[in-house]
């Protein structure tokens, strides 16, 4: 269920220049980022459909990013002391603020109640719930980032430090040290042409 936290997280990523690019940065693209997690935001929602109602303008943009900035300024903080993602250096909410931006955004979901059928598998049921696919989407954003941060993965969570990435991630190996080999690749490069060039290791 925490899957979709990762994925709001990651419309924040480096654009392949030497600058990072938003994914959510018109309402186009973030209604497209809606439709492409729509299957995640029904799973985190216990099988709630946002369906075809949500009008994405910049409003329901603008909520979507600040539910963003507050799960990735959670994330900077569950990699501490390690440095935060680049983006996030200059940018990140105070830790009061971000939780309390997260809870309000998970309470539009409504309240966890366990079902139980005498015949059948124990499920997740929401009481309180909106039919507002806006409370749906945020709601299952912030409950997937809830999930994150309050489950044993936290602790795994890392900020990839090459050069130009920006991504959090889970660390599978205690030697895994970016989040990917193409990132590990470009940084072995970096450091072998800084030492020949006699370059200052942070450029």
């Known amino acids: 269920m925490s899957v979709l936290a990762f994925e709001i997280a990651a419309t924040i990523r480096h654009d392949g220049q030497g600058g990072v690019t938003d994914g959510l940065a018109t309402a186009e693209l973030t209604e497209a980022w809606i439709q492409a997690n729509a299957p995640l935001v029904e799973e985190v929602a216990g099988g709630r459909s946002l369906g075809s109602s949500l009008s994405v303008d910049d409003g329901v943009r ?13 994330f900077a903080r569950a990699v501490s002391p390690a440095p935060p993602s680049k983006a996030d ?22 309240s966890a109640h366990l079902e139980w059928p005498d015949e ?54 205690p030697r895994q040290t970016w989040c990917s ?17 006699g370059t200052p290791n942070d450029l």
């Open 181 to 197: 080999p193409t990132c590990g690749n470009r940084e072995r490069v970096n450091r072998h042409y800084r030492r020949k060039a």
């Open 120 to 173: 059948g598998e124990p499920r997740t049921r929401w009481s309180a719930e909106s039919a507002d696919p806006l409370d749906l989407l945020l709601g299952a954003v912030g409950r997937s980032g809830i999930d994150f941060l309050a489950g044993p993965d936290r602790h795994r969570l890392r900020a990839c430090p090459a050069a130009r990435c920006v991504k959090y991630f889970l660390q599978d190996d």
């Open 62 to 74: 603008l909520q979507l990013v600040g539910v963003r900035r507050a799960v990735r300024s959670l």
């Open 89 to 110: 250096a200059t940018r990140l909410l105070a830790p009061a603020t971000a939780l309390a931006m997260l809870n309000e955004a998970a309470d539009r979901l409504g």
